[in-house]
């Protein structure tokens, strides 16, 4: 009888941790024996390299953009100023450099706004 109760008790904790996973998320499959399974999501962070590709893109554009529209000498100027500033604005700073990426979309798009 105790060893019966101690299945018991396993069972319920076993379903219990399954409960608890699914109510994360779940994804439901059918089989190739057309059983239907529904198994719990994986926890993570799930970002599309399609979205981190934008994002990348959109940046080098802005930079380009920008670079084009103020002149390299000011762009260069305003960038040095914010590399004084504070730890925020130093990683600005190193992330808005001029970089041969945005100096060719510059160049790129200057007879454009010119």
Do not use: C
């Amino acid at each position: 009888m105790v060893e019966e109760q101690l299945q018991f008790d396993r069972r319920i904790q076993r379903l219990s941790r399954k409960h608890q996973s699914m109510s994360r998320g779940y994804s439901t499959r059918m089989r190739a024996d057309g059983l239907i399974v529904t198994t719990p999501q994986r926890n993570g962070l799930k970002v599309p390299l399609r979205a981190i590709l934008f994002v990348f893109v959109a940046l080098f554009a802005f930079k380009g953009f920008l670079l084009a529209s103020i002149g390299p000498e000011s762009y260069a100027d305003r960038v040095q100023r914010l590399s004084e500033g504070t730890v925020v604005e130093q990683a600005g700073a190193w992330v808005m450099q001029i970089e041969p990426v945005s100096a060719f979309i510059a160049s790129q798009i200057g007879p454009i706004l010119r």
